[in-house]
């Protein structure tokens, strides 16, 4: 069972930059998407890799924003987000698919391995 692992959240102003990390042994086979849940809100998908780096897609509210990126030596994938918003607070979860297909859609249903989720909080 891949167990994935979050870091890197914390608290930020707007305007700042925070580079998220989602790390696990093994984990370089998996496509990987990350998603974010704000405090009443539903889960939303954020951005997607492939297992090998060559594609990556993000959803319209951080598009020019947010950069995904991996290095499957280290078996960490990374989420650099730059010029937050308040709008950006909540809690940043990884998860692991098998299936680019699914991830792309950041349709759930195909997650093969949740992390436990790191708080980012971007403060005015």
């Known amino acids: 069972q891949l167990q994935l692992v979050e870091s890197g959240g914390g608290l930020v102003q707007v305007g700042g930059s925070l580079r998220l990390s989602c790390a696990g042994s093994?984990?370089?086979?998996?496509?990987i998407g990350w998603f974010r849940q704000a405090p009443g809100k539903e889960r939303e998908g954020v951005s997607c890799?492939?297992?090998?780096?060559?594609?990556?897609n993000y959803a319209d509210s951080v598009k020019g924003r947010f950069t995904i990126s991996r290095d499957n030596a280290k078996n960490t994938v990374y989420l650099q987000m730059d010029s937050l918003t308040v709008e950006d607070t909540a809690v940043y979860y990884c998860?692991?698919?098998?299936?680019?297909?699914?991830?792309?859609?950041?349709?759930?249903?195909?997650?093969?391995?949740w992390g436990q989720g790191t708080q980012v909080t971007v403060s005015s």
């Open positions: 998860a692991a698919y098998l299936q680019y297909y699914y991830c792309s859609r950041y349709d759930t249903s195909g997650v093969h391995s």
């Open positions: 093994g984990l370089d086979g998996y496509i």
């Open positions: 890799i492939t297992s090998g780096g060559s594609s990556t």
